[in-house]
């Protein structure tokens, strides 16, 4: 159920992210912006679930906060002629390693355990024919 | 399946609505600002634009060159009106000049009439003033020796020139101007043999004005200067139109 709504979310908003009109160049770097925050919200909730700890509010409160308030940062930026939206990738594709990282180390381990357990089935298998 | 469990999926189907749209919009931005961006382009496609670009010199140098040569071809065209031009202002100076519309000199003769003095009167003379009809005459004898330009006085004799008495006093006008004098210069170009002999010659008008008490005495000059004409020639009731043929 979980997989069919991404599933069609993701059709859907590729089918009208390309007939969209574009739009103009100067408010490309607020949409990036936007991207990289929902996309560390995205990985951040992954993680909550494999930690067990995942909080559908938290979630979606981060993802359209973050997305939002990076957005602000960078209008910010821009009329103080500093680049805020650097701090801002920084601080997201940091967390976003982070959480890949968490990722990654919960499938090692989970598929090591899992190859370890066929390991010592197996040599018990040998044992027993053996006897 | 619990309500929460629906109001989750439908949100976490937004979020990946939204996530996905906004992701391919930056997308196509992105690749339409490589599209006219330089730096980003690859060096085919550089190649490829310096190639269209060529194409593009190319044509507008052909275009040049053919704009060229039709600005060529006017100049030309303009020059060749120039000819003409200076053919037609000599022609117009011909014209004037047969007019009297300017200053001429050239081989002539100068008569200048005067009524004679008491003294030179001779027994049963009497002066009888120069009028028209004496200046009308000579003229007329100086164009038929083929005169090309007469004054009487410094006026211009010309094609709508008149000389008439005045009425009750000694007074000739010609072109609107009023002579009052007793002597009179006329100047003639042309051969002036043949001038001389139209009027000075036996049976001469000069014979004639001797026995009315005017002395005339002429004078050849390879320079008479005779000046233009002062008027204007304008036309108020005429206008040109071709005659119609009689059937």
Same mark, same amino acid.
């Given at each position: 159920?979980?997989?069919?709504?991404?599933?069609?979310?993701?059709?859907?908003? +590729?089918?009208?992210?390309?007939?969209?009109?574009?739009?103009?160049?100067?408010?490309?770097?607020?949409?990036?912006?936007?991207?990289?925050?929902?996309?560390?919200?995205?990985?951040?909730?992954?993680?909550?679930?494999?930690?067990?700890?995942?909080?559908?509010?938290?979630?979606?409160?981060?993802?359209?906060?973050?997305?939002?308030? !990076?957005?602000?940062?960078?209008? @910010?930026?821009?009329?103080?002629?500093?680049?805020?939206? @650097?701090?801002?990738?920084?601080?997201?594709?940091?967390?976003?390693?982070?959480?890949?990282?968490?990722?990654?180390?919960?499938?090692?381990? &989970?598929?090591?355990?899992?190859?370890?357990?066929?390991?010592?089935?197996?040599?018990?298998?040998?044992?027993?024919?053996? &006897? | 399946?619990?309500?929460?469990?629906?109001?989750?999926?439908?949100?976490?189907?937004?979020?990946?609505?939204?996530?996905?749209?906004?992701?391919?919009?930056?997308?196509?931005?992105?690749?339409?600002?490589?599209?006219?961006?330089?730096?980003?382009?690859?060096?085919?496609?550089?190649?490829?634009? $310096? +190639?269209?670009?060529?194409?593009?010199?190319?044509?507008?140098?052909?275009?040049?060159?053919?704009?060229? %040569?039709?600005?060529?071809?006017?100049?030309?065209? !303009?020059?060749?009106?120039?000819?003409?031009? %200076?053919? $037609?202002?000599?022609?117009? %100076?011909?014209?004037?000049?047969? @007019?009297?519309?300017?200053?001429?000199?050239?081989?002539?003769?100068?008569?200048?009439?005067?009524?004679?003095?008491?003294?030179? @009167?001779?027994?049963? %003379?009497?002066?009888?003033?120069?009028?028209?009809?004496?200046?009308?005459?000579?003229?007329?004898?100086?164009?038929? +020796?083929?005169?090309?330009?007469?004054?009487?006085?410094?006026?211009?004799?010309?094609?709508?020139?008149?000389?008439?008495?005045?009425?009750?006093?000694?007074?000739?006008?010609?072109?609107?101007?009023? $002579?009052?004098?007793?002597?009179?210069?006329?100047?003639?170009?042309?051969?002036?043999?043949? $001038?001389?002999?139209?009027?000075?010659?036996?049976?001469?008008?000069?014979?004639?004005?001797?026995?009315?008490?005017?002395? +005339? &005495?002429?004078?050849?000059?390879?320079?008479?200067?005779? !000046?233009?004409?002062?008027?204007?020639?304008?036309?108020?009731?005429?206008?040109?139109?071709?005659?119609?043929?009689?059937?």
């Amino acid at each position: 159920m979980l997989f069919i709504a991404i599933l069609i979310g993701c059709i859907l908003g +590729a089918i009208v992210g390309i007939n969209v009109p574009i739009i103009s160049y100067s408010y490309s770097s607020y949409l990036a912006i936007a991207i990289i925050a929902a996309l560390d919200s995205v990985f951040g909730g992954i993680t909550g679930t494999l930690k067990g700890e995942f909080n559908f509010k938290v979630f979606i409160s981060g993802f359209f906060c973050n997305s939002i308030l !990076s957005m602000l940062l960078t209008y @910010l930026g821009n009329k103080l002629n500093v680049d805020i939206y @650097l701090a801002a990738i920084v601080v997201f594709v940091g967390r976003m390693f982070i959480n890949l990282t968490i990722i990654r180390k919960y499938y090692i381990d &989970k598929w090591s355990e899992k190859y370890q357990e066929y390991k010592t089935r197996k040599a018990n298998k040998i044992q027993e024919e053996q &006897k | 399946m619990k309500k929460g469990k629906i109001s989750m999926t439908i949100t976490i189907g937004i979020v990946c609505f939204l996530l996905v749209m906004i992701i391919f919009m930056q997308f196509k931005v992105v690749r339409q600002s490589e599209e006219t961006n330089i730096n980003t382009m690859q060096e085919a496609e550089l190649r490829q634009e $310096l +190639a269209n670009w060529k194409i593009k010199y190319e044509e507008a140098k052909e275009k040049y060159d053919e704009t060229s %040569e039709t600005l060529k071809t006017y100049k030309e065209e !303009s020059t060749s009106d120039n000819q003409t031009k %200076e053919t $037609l202002e000599k022609e117009l %100076e011909n014209l004037e000049m047969a @007019l009297g519309k300017t200053n001429v000199e050239g081989e002539g003769v100068i008569i200048t009439l005067n009524e004679k003095t008491e003294k030179e @009167l001779a027994d049963e %003379e009497e002066i009888t003033p120069i009028n028209a009809q004496d200046l009308i005459y000579i003229v007329n004898y100086l164009k038929d +020796a083929g005169a090309e330009a007469i004054s009487i006085n410094g006026e211009r004799i010309v094609n709508n020139t008149y000389i008439v008495d005045i009425v009750g006093e000694s007074i000739i006008k010609i072109n609107s101007k009023y $002579l009052r004098t007793n002597s009179y210069e006329i100047k003639a170009i042309g051969n002036s043999s043949y $001038l001389e002999s139209s009027i000075f010659g036996k049976g001469g008008y000069v014979e004639q004005l001797n026995t009315t008490g005017i002395n +005339a &005495k002429i004078e050849r000059s390879n320079r008479v200067r005779i !000046s233009k004409y002062e008027g204007d020639f304008e036309t108020k009731y005429m206008q040109e139109k071709e005659l119609e043929t009689k059937k």
